[in-house]
């Protein structure tokens, strides 16, 4: 499965704390990140990370199109509800074309968590047969 990974600024560390705990489970599937948050994942897990731009720089927008083409099978987009800042991704987006294209999205740790062990449990399998 494909993962996208994007985390707000004042969410980043949860996010590398979140990686740490599902290390196992997250090293069995393919992970694409933000540039900024994939480098931080990588460098406490050693998980191996398609990197795109940073997200202000455009990495939303990547992952975005990675959706669009139905190639993503779940995001975790940890995000800070209390403040929005003009330069962190937008969150409306990708969730919108997660919805347009039928694919699980966390937006915060107890989905995230709910949703990665979905995954381990093999809940998932159906985008497989989704994409096709």
């Known amino acids: ?29 393919e992970l694409y990140a933000t540039g900024t948050t994939g480098r931080l994942i990588e460098e406490v897990t050693n998980l191996n990370i398609h990197k795109y731009l940073a997200g202000h720089l455009g990495g939303v ?19 800070d509800a209390s403040t929005q800042q003009s330069h962190e991704p937008d969150v409306n987006n990708v969730m919108r074309l997660c919805d347009i294209h039928n694919i699980p999205i966390a937006s915060n740790l107890a989905t995230a968590e709910l949703l990665i062990k979905s995954l381990d449990r093999g809940d998932l399998e159906w985008r497989e047969i989704y994409r096709q």
Do not use: P
């Open 61 to 79: 927008q990547q992952l975005g199109a990675q959706i669009e083409h139905n190639d993503i099978d779940l995001v975790i987009f940890l995000c």
């Open 1 to 29: 499965m494909n993962i996208g990974l994007i985390a707000h600024d004042s969410k980043k560390k949860l996010m590398q704390n979140f990686c740490i705990a599902y290390r196992g489970i997250l090293s069995k599937h």
